[in-house]
């Protein structure tokens, strides 16, 4: 039985009933539409605008039916218009016209609004505690390698040393940011429409703020067509969500890079890896790339969310049917990724020889060089810069690095020159120097490892 079908005398077209179903999808928030339901059956009976007899048939009726789902012994009906319809059936086939006065002073669009809300709010609560596990592991690592030195690449070029615990903040660093972004999305998203109706509310003495308070709701929307007509907090969590994956799928690219035989800095385990059907040698890092190809699909339903929504007039239409698939695929995939990637991480073998081997070529000591000039002996740096340049050229013109340089070479371009130029050059001394904030100094990357660690154990240790 259709909930809307007294005003017409003709059946939906079969075709256009399958097409006008979202049960398929949205039966996944079976427990927040009854939860809800029980919160607006509470409110009914205490503002008496149904009788408590009738509020508590009702809210029994609706916790066996929660309880008969998650057990498995009562299927959800996939021939159901929506998850909202087969609930109400099903409890008006149990208790009778109690179960039919559930709907007052409600509409479906705030049923909805409501449910989704509710949903999301726990995919946020999920993430942030897997988010935060991936955090713990790459805290950990970064404290135990932060003295492993390594080339920093700009351009994908050899650019400056750092170490690998440096490298491994920077992603920490990212993903706390998504985790904050999504905290602060579900902050938004905490607001509750239920009593906003189909637009304009209602006449009947309804309490919103009691249900919002049973809810576990940071307050009501101010407005009851905004309340049932946007999905702002679909798109920012889909917004930041598409970041997460950004970030996951950058350190994917990396990881990719650094297990290739032409890096080597990194071995992952054999469980997070595959092997190819014709050679035989072939140990193929196939997570991280699922991790970056994926990247595209999250990206994508912000897109549609944003397309949805970006030019529906006030206030439901029918077009927001459309939000769940895309925003619950978000979700999924994020989720599926990170249940994936965090255990990748924790038993990848880092290679701290062949990232020292890497450091000591490339010159990426040449500006520690031209500081050298600078601030020991008083050269302004852009004359630093050309002299150093210019022993750069020196150096691979007779193939050597500048560790190797003879000091009279040093010194034929700058008397500046003398042997105290090998110390400043040293790679363990380039990296120990950069003591500034945030920098890749061993005492630094401790400092912003243990701050992060601190941060996820908390956000872990509030989730039990």
């Not at 959800?76 to 998850?83: N, T």
């Not at 852009?382 to 340089?405: F, M, N, P, S």
Request: glycine share 8%; with cysteine.
């Amino acid at each position: 039985m259709k909930l809307w079908q007294g005003r017409f005398h003709k059946q939906l077209d079969e075709a256009a009933d399958a097409y006008n179903s979202s049960i398929t999808f949205d039966k996944r928030m079976y427990r927040e539409d009854i939860t809800g339901s029980m919160a607006h059956a509470a409110m009914l009976g205490a503002q008496g605008i149904i009788s408590r007899e009738d509020s508590d048939k009702i809210i029994d009726g609706l916790n066996g039916i929660l309880a008969e789902i998650d057990s498995g012994e009562l299927e959800i009906d996939l021939s159901a218009e929506d998850i909202h319809t087969f609930i109400e059936g099903e409890l008006t086939a149990r208790i009778g016209d109690a179960g039919k006065r559930l709907h007052t002073a409600r509409s479906r669009n705030d049923q909805v609004a409501l449910d989704i809300r509710l949903h999301l709010r726990s995919s946020c609560d999920a993430i942030i505690e897997k988010l935060s596990r991936l955090i713990v592991v790459l805290s950990k690592m970064a404290k135990e390698y932060a003295g492993a030195v390594m080339p920093g690449y700009t351009h994908l070029q050899r650019a400056q040393p750092i170490t690998f615990g440096h490298w491994l903040n920077a992603y920490g660093c990212m993903l706390m940011r998504d985790v904050n972004r999504i905290e602060d999305a579900r902050a938004r998203m905490n607001y509750s429409p239920l009593g906003c109706g189909a637009l304009a509310g209602t006449t009947y003495p309804i309490d919103r703020h009691m249900t919002a308070a049973q809810l576990g709701m940071d307050g009501c929307c101010h407005n009851s067509l905004d309340g049932v007509s946007d999905r702002d907090f679909c798109i920012e969590l889909a917004s930041a969500l598409s970041l997460v994956m950004v970030h996951l799928s950058r350190f994917s690219e990396e990881i990719i890079l650094y297990t290739s035989w032409e890096f080597k800095f990194i071995e992952l385990s054999d469980a997070f890896s595959t092997g190819s059907s014709i050679m035989p040698q072939k140990k193929n890092p196939d997570i991280a790339e699922l991790t970056r190809g994926k990247s595209g699909r999250v990206i994508g339903d912000l897109v549609t969310l944003l397309t949805v929504m970006k030019g529906i007039p006030l206030a439901y239409n029918k077009d927001m049917q459309e939000d769940k698939e895309a925003i619950f695929d978000a979700v999924d995939t994020v989720t599926m990724c990170l249940d994936a990637f965090t255990p990748m991480i924790e038993t990848m073998s880092p290679i701290p020889e062949n990232m020292r081997k890497a450091a000591a070529g490339g010159f990426i000591n040449a500006t520690d060089c031209a500081d050298y000039l600078t601030g020991v002996k008083g050269l302004p740096f852009r004359d630093a810069y050309k002299i150093t340049g210019e022993l750069v050229a020196r150096c691979i013109e007779l193939g050597v690095t500048l560790e190797t340089l003879p000091v009279e070479e040093y010194k034929a371009l700058c008397d500046k020159f003398d042997e105290g130029v090998y110390a400043a050059i040293d790679l363990d001394r380039c990296v120990s120097e950069r003591r500034s904030y945030g920098g890749p100094a061993p005492e630094q990357v401790q400092e912003t490892a243990q701050s992060l660690l601190a941060q996820a154990e908390m956000r872990l240790s509030s989730a039990k």
